[in-house]
């Protein structure tokens, strides 16, 4: 499985961005498509996922209400629309693909392919 990135720059506070991830290869199972983010010296934190299998969102409670996942299977696509963005959503965003895990869908521990990311800076 690869994944490429695309869609980060640069916004002013109350704006928004849409970040995409392009799939490629075979995924299989209860998978999930995540995205994650890390800002400097920080550990990296899982920000949203769908899961592969009924398309179901799962989000940190940081971006609830202001983020939005979705996917187009067709172009094998997953997108992060990100409204109302903070200058606290500065970080460099990753997708990844890994195995969807009810109890803690967010862990990146669960997943095993990373982008090469793509970096968002919000100025205030």
């Known amino acids: 499985v690869q994944l490429v990135e695309s869609g980060g720059g640069l916004v002013q506070a109350g704006g928004s961005l849409r970040l995409s991830c392009a799939v490629s290869g075979f995924t299989s199972g209860d998978y999930a498509i995540g995205w994650f983010r890390q800002a400097p010296g920080e550990f990296r934190e899982g920000v949203s996922c769908i899961r592969g299998n009924d398309g179901s969102g799962y989000y940190a409670d940081s971006v609830k209400g202001r983020f939005t996942i979705s996917s187009d299977n067709a172009k094998k696509t997953v997108y992060l629309q990100m409204d109302s963005l903070e200058p606290e959503d500065t970080a460099v965003y990753y997708c990844?693909?890994?195995?969807?895990?009810?109890?803690?869908?967010?862990?990146?521990?669960?997943?095993?392919?990373w982008g090469q990311g793509t970096q968002v800076t919000v100025s205030s």
């Open positions: 990844a693909a890994g195995e969807f895990v009810s109890a803690t869908p967010l862990q990146p521990l669960w997943f095993s392919r």
